[in-house]
């Protein structure tokens, strides 16, 4: 389904640094709510956002479980498992890779989705943290 590459692409561009490539996927008027409360309105809030991370910062998002419901022909909904890892850029990697931080966040996406002229975009996403370990 293209509703759920939509999903597993927007976690692979905030891993890979791609705040333009992940504020793409969303609708011109979409709304990003995120963990912390802060809603970014639209393309641009997306990219500037994202594009404000710290560089050093390596995050992976583990996406999983990902449940849909249709609404419509031109709408969709689903709620996505997210288990989020996070590492410094300047700790040297070693045969196993980077160490993570010792905190990892069990989170969801609650996404709905909209069919576009340009095909289906994400037109609004709340992202939480539902569990935690350290």
């Known amino acids: ?49 994202y594009a404000r991370r710290p560089a050093g910062r390596i995050t992976r998002h583990l996406v999983c479980g990902t449940l849909f419901d249709t609404l419509g022909e031109d709408q969709a909904e689903a709620t996505s498992q997210v288990l989020l890892w996070t590492a410094d850029a300047d700790q040297p990697p070693g045969p196993h890779g980077r ?7 069990l989170g969801h996406f609650s996404d709905r989705f909209a069919r576009t002229a340009a095909g289906w975009r994400i037109g609004h996403r709340q992202a939480g943290f539902d569990l935690f370990a350290t």
């Open 1 to 49: 389904m293209r509703c759920r590459d939509l999903v597993l692409r927007s976690a692979a561009c905030v891993d890979a640094g791609d705040a333009a490539g992940l504020a793409a996927l969303f609708t011109a008027d979409a709304t990003l709510a995120r963990p912390d409360g802060t809603v970014l309105h639209g393309r641009s809030a997306i990219a500037d956002a």
């Open 99 to 105: 160490p993570a931080h010792p905190l990892q966040r």
